[in-house]
Each structure stands twice: as C-alpha cells, then as structure tokens.
C-alpha cells in the first residue's frame, strides 16, 4: 500500500544496486565484448551521457510535476523537451552554442504551458486532463516545427530527426557536464524540499503555510527546463524517463521530495543506462534508438496511470 | 477585554454585483468563537477568504482586514501562517502521503500535539492512511488537525462538519470548545450544531446586511426567520431547546 512504508530505505539500497549493476553490465557488454581500450574510449562516455541525462530528465519530471501539481508531467508529454529540440535547431543554423538554444527552446516551451495551464493551475479542481491535453499539443506543435527545420535545412551538420524527435544516445556527448548539472539540481532541490512538499499539497495551502509560491514555482519552471534542455542537448529529446521513475518511486511508498530528490535521479540513471544496454543488444549489431525503446516502456505506464485517475 | 485578533472597519463584498456583504465593522478576540449563518450563496465562504486573506480582492471593497491592528494585506505569507490557519470547504488532493506526513508538514509554530489533535478527532487510526484513501469525512477532520497544530490562534473554518455523521460533529464541536486558546471563525448550517459550538454568530441577510451578537441572543426565531426565509420553532424538551425549520 502507497504510504505505509515512509521510510523506505530497502528501497533506497536496492534501488541503488540495481543502478550498480546496470552500470557495470553496460560498460562490460557489447557487441565487441571486453577491451579495456574500447571501453574506455567508446563505451564509458556513452554510459556516462546516458546516466547524466537519464538523471536531468528524472529530476525535469520531477519538477514539473510540482510545477504543475500533476503527477503525469513530464517534460517530453508536455512539450518541453520539442521546445528544446526546436531551440537547439534554430541554435545550430544561426550558429549558437546549441545547449543555449536547447536551454531556452526549453524554458520558453515551459513558460507557455504554465501560461496556458494557468487556469487550471489556479482551480481547485482536478484539471489533470486539460492540462495533459495542452501539453501534448504544444509537444506536437513543436514536433512538427522541429520536423520543418530538419526539412529545410539539410545541413550534414545537423543530426537526423530520428534524434530530435525520439532521442538517440549512440552520437551523445556533453556527457561530464549532463552528470556535474544533475548534482547541482539535486542540491538545489534538496534545499527546498519541504517548502516542494506543500507545494504538492496545493498552492493556497502552500501560501497559507507561508511558503513563497510564486518565487518556488519560477525557481521550479527554471529547474525543469533547464534540466530537460541539456538532456536533449545531450541525447535528443528521450520521453517518459520524468514519469516513470518519480511515478514508480511513489508507488513504492516514498513520497518527501528529500528522498526524492537524490532517489529520482538514480533511478533515471539506470533506466536509461538500461534501455540504452537493450537498444544497442537486442538487434546487435544493429543500433536502436533508445527514445524508442523508452517511449515502449514509458507510454503504457503513462496509459496505466492515467487510467488509475492521474494517481 | 482581549485585544481583537482580527478585525473589519467597513468591509464590503460583491459578486456578480450583488452586494454579499456590506460595510461589516466587527472583531473577534480570543477565547470567542464565532459562527458565521446565512442561506447558499449568501457569501459565507467569500467572508471567510476575505478574512483568511485568500479571497479575490477585486470583490473588496471598502474598508480592510486586519490581523492584530496591521493590515492583512501587509502581511508576509510567513508571518500570516503563524497568525491565521484556513480550512478551505474541501481539500484536492493529487500526490500520495500519509496523515501524518500531512501533519507534519503543516506545522509552523509548535501548538498542539500532533497525535493528541487526531485522539480528540477520532482519527489516530488515520495516522498511517494515505490520504487519497480517505472518505470525504475522514479528509476533513484530518483537515482539521492540519489547522490545529499549524499553530496560528486565528482558526477560519468553513463549514468544518459538512461531511462528518451526527457523532463526528458532536465530537467536532466539543473540540472546539477546547480551543480556548484561539479565534474561531465558522461557517456552518446546522442551526443545533451552532447552538452548541458558538460563542457569537455573524448573520449574513440576503440584502448583504449583517447582525451579531453572543449566540444566545442571535438565536431566535424571527432572526432565523429573516436569515433563512422560512419559520422556526423552539422546541424545549429534556436535551434542551432544539430548533426546528418549518
């Protein structure tokens, strides 16, 4: 029963196992088997880009979801990360450090939905299904854009749209940077955990208990963002990593953002250290791309949670 | 006399140009407990977000809320959490966590015991309930000990027994009695109910004027009659007098 267990922390050491064992089978394994050399050069950086941005995107769910006081937010659903996608695009053509196009392609997809979400987010009603449903039109509305530039613009540059689109770890890079940034987010949750905590309660009982809503949500806004732009900047834009872990880790009864906040971003890890291990094993030598094997796994989790009424 | 821990000096409301409230000067001081009475829609739950300092300012008009002589206005949200608590008519709830992480997090100045709050409400056996479990009763007196023991002496309540059973309300209304330590402001509609819990009453009129007094001298039948639009009658029987809408 959710709940009964607050202080979970068999859970917490096995789920911290299991990341260990994902990340030593996915350094061993491989279609050219055991080379220290091409582990090294090959194999580490590419389980390392997919920690980090496993991590930043379970940490982008995370604070999307008290954002927006909806436990099915997650930045690939509700658009943000095609904002980032567009935004790392148009970044490339006019010559801009792409993580900054990614970062505010991000940001700006973010701002919109808050702004569209608006109303709903001021209702006390359950207005779990609107905001849902403006969130995937901004997403298709930025994967269609996002389609247009790749189109118009066959740059050999640029990567293909089964990247920008799905996310694909086999090219990733960046991949110091997507681990240093998910640390500086945990810390950064961590310290307002409690004052996330009521923000999960509602934004009146947040103020009402003396808690700066508005600063918190802008703080929040900015978090997830820029959590989701370095990811796709990353790997693309993989979906439904922000759903799942935070979803599951609440299903198994850990609900204070303290423990969240680290528990998260370890279970991102290893999710997508482990889709990417399936990705590249499953048709070997043959590469999949890992925000398809992702959106398997992710979209009926989300289908079964929307089912059980957005809890 | 207590000094008054809230106070109005000619507080209007409107809604959809209906005047709800009009020019209400009133006070409540510690150790009372006032119940504010009206038809549907008569503005109650306006007057108690207003007072909470929640309600929707462009339907203020005139003269301002104060808490403790300063404007509520003027309040940082972290100081008004240590002075006012607010029972909203029904909590939504999205994410899973227990009652008593719920407690825990809606502590601001340590007042009340967290568990001896839930003993008085009937709800220990809740402590460990996931609150998207609970009935709509049960979530409301859970609601109940969140503004208890977030430690404010200015309680809002509105309407703190909708949803509790004919016990539950007995049970609520003598803990209320223990709050002597507080400001009670509530809004309810059972007249019996009020009879018991009330120090004072507030009557809202459907013209927006307002009446109050002590309890005792607000309650009777041609005020009732004015309040509710149809008659009343005191019945007195062994229980004591019980009013009966006809």
């Not at chain 2, 929640?54 to 339907?59: H, T, W």
């Not at chain 2, 859970?142 to 023991?149: R, S």
């Not at chain 2, 009659?225 to 009658?233: E, F, I």
């Amino acid at each position: 029963m959710p709940g009964s267990n607050p202080r979970p922390t068999w859970l917490a050491a096995a789920l911290v196992t299991a990341t260990l064992v994902v990340l030593t089978l996915s350094l061993l394994l491989g279609s050219a088997g055991l080379d220290i050399e091409l582990i090294r050069s090959l194999r580490a950086p590419r389980v390392a880009a997919a920690a980090g941005v496993g991590a930043l995107l379970a940490q982008s769910g995370l604070a999307m979801q008290a954002l927006l006081r909806n436990p099915l937010a997650d930045p690939y659903v509700l658009g943000t990360s095609g904002g980032a996608a567009v935004g790392a695009l148009l970044a490339l053509m006019f010559g801009v450090a792409m993580a900054f196009g990614a970062a505010a392609g991000a940001l700006a997809a973010g701002a919109l939905l808050v702004l569209l979400a608006r109303r709903a987010l001021a209702a006390s009603d359950d207005a779990s299904p609107r905001l849902i449903l403006s969130g995937a039109m901004l997403a298709a509305v930025f994967g269609a854009l996002a389609t247009l530039l790749l189109t118009l613009t066959p740059d050999q540059q640029l990567r293909g749209a089964i990247f920008w689109l799905v996310g694909d770890l086999s090219g990733a890079d960046h991949a110091g940077s997507t681990l240093i940034a998910a640390v500086l987010f945990m810390l950064a949750l961590l310290a307002r955990h409690r004052a996330i905590d009521r923000l999960l309660l509602g934004s009146e009982a947040a103020h009402l208990l003396g808690e700066p809503v508005r600063r918190l949500r802008l703080e929040l806004l900015v978090c997830a963002s820029l959590a989701a732009g370095l990811a796709v900047a990353s790997a693309g834009a993989i979906g439904f990593v922000g759903l799942v872990v935070p979803q599951a880790l609440r299903l198994a009864g850990v609900q204070r953002t303290c423990e969240l906040a680290w528990l998260a971003p370890v279970g991102g890890a290893g999710l997508l250290m482990a889709a990417d291990l399936v990705s590249r094993s499953v048709a070997s030598p043959v590469e999949l791309p890992v925000g398809a094997v992702m959106a398997l796994i992710g979209a009926p989790v989300f289908i079964f949670f929307l089912a059980r009424g957005g809890r | 006399m207590n000094p008054p821990l809230i106070e109005t000096r000619a507080l209007t409301l409107v809604a959809a140009g209906r005047v709800l409230v009009r020019s209400l000067d009133w006070r409540a001081a510690i150790g009372e407990r006032w119940c504010v009475i009206g038809r549907n829609a008569a503005g109650k739950s306006s007057l108690l977000r207003a007072l909470a300092g929640v309600g929707d300012a462009a339907l203020q008009r005139g003269g301002p809320v104060s808490w403790l002589g300063r404007v509520v206005a003027d309040w940082p949200a972290a100081d008004a959490a240590a002075v006012r608590a607010f029972l909203p008519q029904q909590a939504s709830d999205r994410f899973p966590a227990t009652v008593q992480r719920l407690l825990e997090l809606s502590v601001v100045q340590p007042r009340h015991e967290a568990a001896a709050t839930l003993a008085a409400l009937d709800a220990v056996a809740l402590g460990g309930r996931n609150v998207l479990e609970l009935s709509g009763g049960e979530r409301q007196r859970v609601a109940l000990a969140q503004c208890a023991v977030q430690g404010a002496p200015l309680l809002l309540l509105d309407e703190p027994v909708a949803f509790q059973d004919p016990a539950h309300q007995l049970q609520v209304a003598r803990w209320l009695e223990t709050l002597r330590d507080h400001a009670l402001v509530i809004s309810a509609h059972d007249v019996n109910w009020i009879a018991r819990a009330a120090t004072h009453v507030l009557a809202l009129l459907p013209d927006g004027h307002c009446e109050q007094g002590s309890a005792a001298e607000m309650l009777d039948a041609d005020r009732l009659q004015r309040v509710y639009g149809c008659d009343w009658r005191a019945v007195e029987g062994d229980a004591g007098r019980v009013w009966v809408a006809q």
